[in-house]
């Protein structure tokens, strides 16, 4: 090739370069989804099976929800009156939507989450891509109380979250039996469910210490049960 050549071509090189970098090709970049969504799109697949399963086999309708994983550096507005960013990991009774940030779910997935209130006081650290199924699971179980009206009339939030650790451990049973789960994994939900805990005992938010919120993962993980886990809503 001619140096002139090389030169010109070299040049439109570097030029496509600097647009990728500026944004000129911003509407490609955007028609591809991040890595995490697929991810957390399997998950919710996967424990909507899980649910869609036991409701059927127990003569109850089939479960609904919907969810939002808010992408990075988004906010989206809830019924619930609180917004969610792209930190958020909860679900909303008002509109029944499970909303996960993506940068939250990321950065559990990469092991590179700081600040949660058990992981801090030296309990578990939330990594690994179990350990984001693990939320994912919680806030459908969430979503599997309201259906069930076990959320209605409560003013403190542990009955509920510890029932929710527990029927997100049925469903990583039911995952372990579908060959789903990889060595580690149960692990992974272990150390995060010990991560989350808190010790804000005064604060009707309370969701659990992180033992008690282990202990309500394995007591859903060894009985495979959902309602085993009703011995919490009687707290």
């Not at 619930?80 to 940068?103: E, L, N, R, W």
Request: aromatic share 8%; with cysteine.
């Amino acid at each position: 090739m001619p140096l002139s050549r090389m030169r010109r071509y070299c040049a439109a090189l570097c030029l496509f370069a600097v647009l990728l970098l500026l944004g000129g090709t911003t509407q490609a970049r955007a028609a591809d989804p991040p890595p995490i969504a697929p991810f957390l799109d399997n998950v919710l697949a996967s424990v909507d099976t899980y649910w869609h399963v036991t409701d059927a086999a127990a003569g109850r309708p089939a479960p609904s929800v919907q969810h939002v994983w808010v992408v990075p550096g988004g906010k989206v507005d809830t019924a619930c009156g609180v917004p969610a960013a792209d930190d958020a990991a909860f679900y909303c009774p008002d509109d029944d939507t499970i909303y996960v940030g993506q940068v939250f779910a990321s950065a559990i997935y990469d092991g590179v989450l700081q600040g949660l209130p058990g992981q801090k006081a030296g309990f578990g650290r939330a990594a690994g891509d179990f350990a984001v199924a693990y939320v994912v699971a919680h806030e459908y179980a969430h979503n599997v109380q309201e259906e069930s009206g076990a959320l209605a009339g409560r003013t403190r939030a542990l009955p509920t979250e510890l029932n929710a650790d527990c029927l997100a451990g049925t469903w990583a049973r039911w995952a372990y039996g579908q060959g789903r789960l990889d060595p580690g994994d149960v692990q992974e939900a272990i150390d995060a469910a010990l991560a989350v805990g808190d010790f804000d005992f005064l604060s009707p938010q309370h969701h659990g210490t992180p033992l008690e919120r282990r202990d309500a993962l394995l007591t859903g993980l060894n009985s495979g049960s959902p309602p085993a886990c009703n011995r919490y809503l009687m707290e």
